[in-house]
């Protein structure tokens, strides 16, 4: 998407809405707590030294987009790896359908990862698609895993989920990733994904590889899928615009942290977070009614410099940091919108800081500091 173009959002949510009635119902995924590591554990902490994610908590309703952004390394993928069984967490749960699947092991953890109620998209088709094998062995293998249907069953399952995703079955079952366009694999990677027809779709920057007008139809599908199969969809993304006409609601990651989260539409017109406001400003195409300058937003060149490792996780680069911010904030829900959540000690005043006479304007604060 080029500068000049306007990020279309997506329409906020009304009661007869997709979104307005998942937010009434009762989440199908409901992450609580959650921490990964992939380092050691450190003793009596249960959270290893490198945490991937801490503490977060997310839920997704039936049939709703949620849309995760963040930098490369910000917690973003780590949850969907955990949703789905491929890391075990250090602490915390995931409730699936009401089912505690954070907590399964062995056998159990195995049977439900089989089950393919939840499924993963990789980011690189061309690299996640076993190259010899037909895009009808590549559909039809998640069936044979959990070995549900008929062996009839799942030749008809596979053309249907090529039909599903706009893909003429004739014409492409005998071939192979290579013998296909960008856009017809990560097609073939959803295709294979929804065969077990399941309940949760995590797709992992779905878009990034493909040019734009494959982008616009992969992400046309995906809002059609959860229409067609009552589908909820988590879209992992690392900048906003593959996110804005199309996501329900956002979680904003930064550094294995989730320091936003709320209706997109709201998140992106007033953000809580100043990451989110400084992500927001840095997109000159997301419309905002008091539109700010990302300079407005980053600490001055001679601004006391935080311990990366210590207090809240944006503190290092946030122009408001102050003696709490030595403290990580838990995330709280917004008193003037309840549907929102901010990880934020300020989250409701930072603002009246940007006013050049305010007492604590951010100059006026590095100045006394
Ligand atoms: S808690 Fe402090 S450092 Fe963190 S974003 Fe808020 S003001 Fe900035």
């Not at 062995?137 to 959990?146: C, M, Q, S, T, W």
């Not at 996501?247 to 936003?260: P, S």
């Not at 008193?335 to 005043?349: E, F, S």
Request: glycine share 8%; hydrophobic share 40%.
């Amino acid at each position: 998407m080029s500068s000049t173009q306007e990020i279309r959002i997506a329409p906020a949510a009304g009661p007869g809405s997709p979104a307005g009635s998942a937010e009434a119902a009762q989440p199908l995924l409901s992450v609580r707590g959650l921490s990964v590591s992939y380092a050691p554990p450190r003793k009596g902490t249960h959270l290893g030294t490198g945490a991937a994610l801490a503490d977060a908590d997310l839920d997704v309703s039936p049939g709703e987009i949620v849309g995760i952004v963040g930098e490369t390394g910000s917690g973003k993928t780590t949850l969907a790896r955990a949703t789905v069984g491929l890391v075990a967490p250090a602490a915390g749960t995931i409730a699936f359908a009401g089912d505690d699947i954070g907590g399964l092991r062995g056998r159990a953890r195995r049977d439900f990862r089989r089950s393919g109620q939840v499924q993963l998209v990789f980011q690189d088709p061309l690299r996640s698609l076993d190259p010899d094998l037909t895009v009808a062995e590549l559909v039809r293998e998640p069936l044979d895993i959990a070995a549900a249907l008929s062996r009839r069953e799942r030749d008809q399952r596979v053309v249907e989920s090529l039909q599903l995703v706009g893909l003429d079955p004739e014409a492409v079952l005998d071939r192979r990733p290579r013998q296909l366009s960008g856009g017809q694999r990560q097609r073939v990677s959803l295709a294979r994904a929804v065969s077990t027809r399941p309940r949760l779709l995590f797709c992992d920057e779905p878009v990034s590889a493909l040019d734009v007008s494959n982008r616009n139809l992969v992400l046309n599908l995906l809002d059609q899928l959860r229409t067609d199969l009552d589908l909820a969809v988590v879209i992992i993304a690392h900048d906003l615009s593959s996110l804005a006409g199309i996501a329900d609601r956002v979680a904003v990651f930064y550094r294995g942290r989730i320091v936003e989260q709320g209706p997109i539409r709201r998140v992106l017109e007033d953000p809580a977070h100043p990451y989110t406001a400084l992500l927001t400003a840095s997109a000159p195409s997301v419309v905002q009614e008091d539109r700010l300058r990302p300079e407005q937003l980053k600490s001055a060149a001679d601004a006391p410099t935080w311990p990366a490792e210590r207090g809240c996780v944006f503190a290092h680069r946030c122009p408001f940091a102050h003696d709490a911010c030595a403290d990580q904030p838990p995330a709280q829900t917004l008193p003037h919108d309840p549907a929102r959540r901010a990880a934020c000690h300020v989250a409701a005043t930072w603002r009246d800081r940007l006013a050049p006479d305010a007492p604590h304007a951010p100059h006026a604060h590095k100045e006394s500091a």
